[in-house]
T-cell receptor, first 114, second 114 residues
């Protein structure tokens, strides 16, 4: 069965500093990986995805993520955090050997302080 | 950019009542999904729908739940007899035939059962 782990409930970072939000996954086939962001009382906004190809994926709002097959990780990164990046971030995976459903991690709250 | 539209944005219902949550997926998408998020918790898969039938469902999706695509544009989730624990944010999503375009989520319906 596919699964996703986000080991940190919350990440605190100062504005202007780089940020990393961690995600590891488990699948039986090939992983299709996604990051979504959720602002308070809002829906899930797509940030970026890895399907195949380059391991470094660039997405919306200056975010990027690196697919690491050996470590089964897909950490979200941004070189310089903004206060407006403060939100709840979800990593999700779909297993190529399974159906179409996405499995989400538990979410990581990112707090960027001025 | 195409959107998934959900109505209503917030619904309050009495325990034991039936509710129908409505979604209009992206018009050329073929796969449709419902997810739910209990307040502050992870996003959980409920059901996926393809070719006018359920393709996958989770343990949460018991006999109280049903889905329907009544007219070729709407996609509905019905809860027959709501319980207090059904209170959650319900997200509709849709996806294309290929994985390359990912999943697009609606902004959600907040269901409150009192």
């Amino acid at each position: 069965a596919q699964s996703v782990a986000q080991p940190e409930d919350q990440v605190n970072v100062a504005e202007g500093n780089p940020l990393t939000v961690k995600c590891t996954y488990s699948v039986s086939g090939n992983p299709y990986l996604f990051w979504y962001v959720q602002y308070p009382n809002r829906g899930l906004q797509f940030l970026l995805k890895y399907i195949t190809g380059d391991n470094l994926v660039k997405g919306s709002y200056g975010f990027e993520a690196e697919f690491n097959k050996s470590q089964t990780s897909f950490h979200l990164k941004k070189p310089s955090a903004l206060v407006s990046d403060s939100a709840l971030y979800f990593c999700a995976v779909r297993d190529s050997n399974a159906g179409n459903m996405l499995t989400f991690g538990g979410g990581t709250r990112l707090m960027v302080k001025p | 950019e195409p959107e998934v539209t959900q109505t209503p944005s917030h619904q309050v219902t009495q325990m034991g009542q039936e509710v129908i949550l409505r979604c209009v997926p992206i018009s050329n998408h073929l796969y449709f999904y419902w997810y739910r998020q209990i307040l502050g918790q992870k996003v959980e898969f409920l059901v996926s729908f393809y070719n006018n039938e359920i393709s996958e469902k989770s343990e949460i999706f018991d006999d109280q739940f049903s889905v329907e695509r009544p007219d070729g544009s709407n996609f509905t989730l019905k809860i027959r007899s709501t319980k207090l624990e059904d209170s959650a944010m319900y997200f509709c999503a849709s996806s294309d035939r290929t994985i390359n375009y990912g999943y697009t989520f609606g902004s959600g319906t907040r269901l409150t059962v009192v």
